[in-house]
């Protein structure tokens, strides 16, 4: 069941997920990052910090308002994030109204029910109009598209889309593989932000929690349904993965859509539903809406943090406090948690591989009970642990 609190506009949050490394030039060596224990208890939440996204200069793909559906585009002429959210996306002030039932919600199987607005989707570049704007995002189709497949979204870091617009950098650092296991076949989509600005978010839209006003949220409506109408989608299989502000928005997907994405990869994030991690933001007072998480629905979360110094310019996020809050938060609501901490700072976990994401993912099907809740967890690496609701 997903439901919304009362809205309030979100107050600037200036250089909050400003980043303080570059993810596509941090070592991934194991001795980089010292071993840390970590129990199966979850520890009482920190007293600092907030936030999420790091990444190379540069602008994401975004689109011109009103043009037709261009499949496989190389890039996408760019328009200023908050000039299109000023002309297109209503801002309410009133109390937002609960959102439809996510897909499953009476306990039947999983449907995607999303509507494709028209386009062809082919393996590179790709682009969907969207309401009025323009969306870009880049496919990796599998070899063997023979059976259903399932879908994997990697949400960028900020600024991490890069200077032309494809994510490449991206896309190599990333540890998702729409090949990496033969016998679970996915589509790996990496969207593109349209340059959101405080006070919406950024890169990505934060402050709403339905389609009907976040236009990423409809954005992921309109690739999903189209995926699903022209490809032989699993509905059991769809997931996500994000690093930084891309993490931001993974939970916010999570969080709107429990039943259809039940498992996600959260590289140093957060989440802006738990009050007692809005309340370690440091300088910036926050407020907004996010639908609230449900125990009933259930989930499995695999999240990385990176010890003390994985924080944001001028230590406004802490984003290891974050963590660290975010396990009883989660607890409380029902979500089993792979436990993946590093000293790594700021960067993505240097001992957890694309096999150890892939093998997360490929393990997890929606409407099922996680495997791990038996609490054994085998195959990851010793920093690894499990926190059971």
Known sequence: MTRAVPLDRWTPLLLLFAACSDVGGESRDPEAAPDRPVTTNPPSPAVAGMGAAAGSAGNAGTGQQGAAPVAGSAAMPATAGSAALDADVPMPDATVPETDPPPGEDGGPLEIAFACPGGKIAAGMNSLVVGSLTRAFYTELPSNMSGPVGIVFSWHGFNDAGSDGDAAGWRNADEVDANADPANPVIVVTPFDVDFEIPVGLDWQFDQPTSATNVDLAFFEAMVGCFNAQYDIDPTRIYSYGFSAGSVMSSLIHSAYPKLVSAIVCVSGMWFNDQAQVDL?????????????????????????????????????????????????????????????????????????????????????????????????????????????
């Not at 290891?320 to 938060?329: G, K, L, S």
């Not at 609501?333 to 790594?344: A, E, K, S, Y």
């Open 281 to 389: 933001i440091q300088l910036l007072p926050v407020a907004g809406t996010w639908p609230l998480l449900d125990a009933r629905d259930g989930g499995t979360v695999l999240l990385t943090h990176g010890g003390p110094g994985d924080v944001t310019v001028l230590n406004i996020a802490n984003l290891e406090n974050m963590a660290q809050a975010a396990f009883p938060y989660l607890k409380a609501n029902g979500r089993l948690v792979v436990d993946c901490p590093h000293g790594g700072g700021h960067t993505l976990h240097p001992e957890l591989s694309t096999e150890h994401v892939m093998r997360f993912f490929a393990e997890h099907r929606g409407g099922e009970p996680s495997p791990y809740a038996s609490g054994v967890l085998s195959g990851y690496p010793s920093s690894c642990s499990l926190r059971l609701p």
